[in-house]
Nanobody, 126 residues
Framework: QVQLVETGGGLVQAGGSLRLSCTAS?????????MAWFRQVPGKEREFVAA????????WYGDSMKDRFTFSRENAKNTVSLQMTNLEPEDTAVYSCALGQPIVSAARLPSAYTYWGQGTQVTVSS
């Protein structure tokens, strides 16, 4: 059974940084897999943060994260990290990692992912 476990959330002041990690267990990831981060605040839909194809480790980002977030893969492990810098109060949300095999055009959609972590809270104070 595939499980995703996130770590690294917490409380930070505006302008600060946090690093989230997500580890997949239960099977070895393959070149067909994509790992992604989404975030959600109460009453709103999940928002795409970033995704990374296991085949080439090249990430792509949501529009407001591109210059502040870095999504990377840890070599030889089923682990990815999301380094978030210059955080803003608007970044406050529950961040969840996801695993699936979406086609490129669907990779920003939560429905394209099969497995989800439990989520980790990120709170940015002003």
């Amino acid at each position: 059974q595939v499980q995703l476990v996130e770590t690294g959330g917490g409380l930070v002041q505006a302008g600060g940084s946090l690093r989230l990690s997500c580890t997949a267990s239960g099977r070895t990831l393959s070149s067909r897999d994509t790992m992604a981060w989404f975030r959600q605040v109460p009453g709103k839909e999940r928002e795409f943060v970033a995704a990374l194809r296991w085949s080439n480790s090249r990430p792509w980002y949501g529009d407001s994260m591109k210059d502040r977030f870095t999504f990377s893969r840890e070599n030889a492990k089923n682990t990815v990290s999301l380094q978030m810098t210059n955080l803003e109060p608007e970044d406050t949300a529950v961040y969840s990692c996801a695993l699936g095999q979406p086609i490129v055009s669907a990779a920003r959609l939560p429905s394209a992912y099969t497995y989800w972590g439990q989520g980790t809270q990120v709170t940015v104070s002003s």
